[in-house]
């Protein structure tokens, strides 16, 4: 299993940062590779316990839909949740899991966002979601603009 670290630097407080996690409207505006994806929100529970479900709309007309559950929410540093694609022709039900950790950037101007995603399967599936997370990060940044 491999494991996926990133990082991700906001001119945005904390707070609107977790708040971009926290509200399906949001996510639906910045989580997916690229502008080019349709996102929307079927189930969302932010709550310790909570489930989501999300589906991504490609370029192509494909629909892949994710679900997990979230273990641990410490507002507005810390989002713990699982990652499992149920339709997806890449990666087959495969659970994974993502924490979220928000720091205020040293120099106070902004916060600092590490992304850890864990028990990805080394190769395709590893390199997908770093292009994936990348993307949608830019995608964040404009959504905090």
């Not at 977790?18 to 189930?43: C, K, N």
């Not at 540093?77 to 997806?88: A, K, L, M, T, Y």
């Amino acid at each position: 299993m491999s494991r996926v670290e990133i990082q991700a630097s906001y001119q945005a407080a904390r707070e609107e940062v977790f708040a971009a996690f926290s509200r399906p409207a949001a996510i639906e505006q910045w989580l997916g590779p690229s502008d080019e994806f349709r996102t929307t929100v079927h189930e969302f529970e932010f709550r310790p316990g909570g489930k989501y479900r999300i589906e991504f709309l490609s370029p192509e007309g494909e629909t892949s839909v994710l679900t997990g559950s979230y273990s641990a929410i410490e507002a507005p540093e810390r989002i713990v949740f699982s990652w499992r694609w149920i339709q997806n022709t890449e990666f087959p039900d495969s659970e994974t899991r993502v924490t979220v950790q928000l720091s205020e950037k040293p120099e106070g101007d902004g916060t600092l966002l590490r992304l850890t995603h864990e028990k990805l399967q080394a190769g395709v599936m590893r390199d997908r979601h770093i292009w994936g997370w990348q993307g949608a990060f830019e995608r964040l940044d404009r959504h905090l603009g």
